[in-house]
């Protein structure tokens, strides 16, 4: 129902910066929350930074005062900052969104949706 489509990953040396964009379209009443996480093949998948109506924006330790979350709510679109990059960063990132969708004239649903992954490599 919605979709998500990331950009911005790439190849990147140490200490450099990357942006990485998800933009979400579809039937969207209301976005609630956007939020990045990351994946290393064969560990969990872990929590980086989000921006949550809710309970404000939150960022994982490892990124704080190097990463920056940000949303442009028109254009239905969240990126990430990414400064002073670090091969400790190398993963493949995803975007989330949560909120409600359309379904009929006066009815709207919840939904949560992934972002495809791009990934990010940080060469040392």
Request: with cysteine; glycine share 12%; charged share 20%.
């Amino acid at each position: 129902q919605v979709d998500l489509v990331e950009s911005g990953g790439g190849l990147v040396p140490t200490g450099g910066s990357l942006r990485l964009s998800c933009a979400a379209s579809g039937s969207i009443h209301k976005i609630d929350s956007m939020g990045w996480y990351r994946q290393i093949p064969g560990k969990p998948r872990e929590l980086v930074a989000r921006d949550s109506s809710y309970t404000g924006i939150y960022y994982a330790d490892s990124v704080k005062g190097r990463f920056t979350i940000s949303r442009d709510n028109a254009k239905n679109t969240v990126y990430l900052q990414m400064n002073s990059l670090r091969p400790e960063d190398t993963a493949a990132y995803y975007c989330k969104v949560t909120g409600w969708i359309i379904v009929g004239e006066n009815r709207q649903r919840n939904f949560e949706s992934w972002g495809q992954g791009t990934l990010v490599t940080v060469s040392s």
